[in-house]
């Protein structure tokens, strides 16, 4: 009545993560999700670094321009510190 063993029908096959006819596919969109995750979040580490990297420079040139806007420095203050930026 019931097998036993690698090839004991359809509940068991071998290769098949998950069990049952649906198996196969179930397996491959189960791999396919957990790559497409791991995929997503690899991109999103590397796309923040690569933001916060390119723009030191230029977030020092905008706040420099916000305090020279806003009254903070002179205009001979701030054009010694763009000297000093570029």
Same mark, same amino acid.
């Given at each position: 009545?019931?097998?036993?063993?690698?090839?004991?029908?359809?509940?068991?096959?071998?290769?098949?993560?998950?069990?049952?006819?649906?198996?196969?596919? +179930?397996? $491959?969109?189960?791999?396919?999700?957990?790559?497409?995750? +791991? +995929? /997503? $979040? +690899?991109?999103? $580490?590397?796309?923040?670094?690569? /933001?916060?990297?390119?723009? *030191?420079?230029?977030?020092?040139?905008?706040?420099? /321009? /916000?305090?020279?806007?806003?009254? #903070? $420095?002179?205009?001979? *203050?701030? #054009?010694?510190?763009?000297?000093?930026?570029?």
């Amino acid at each position: 009545m019931f097998r036993h063993g690698m090839n004991a029908g359809w509940w068991c096959g071998p290769g098949n993560f998950f069990p049952g006819p649906w198996g196969m596919f +179930v397996s $491959i969109l189960f791999w396919g999700l957990l790559i497409y995750l +791991v +995929v /997503k $979040i +690899v991109q999103s $580490i590397f796309s923040s670094t690569q /933001k916060q990297i390119g723009n *030191e420079g230029d977030n020092a040139l905008e706040l420099l /321009k /916000k305090r020279y806007a806003r009254g #903070e $420095i002179d205009q001979q *203050e701030f #054009e010694k510190i763009q000297r000093d930026i570029l």
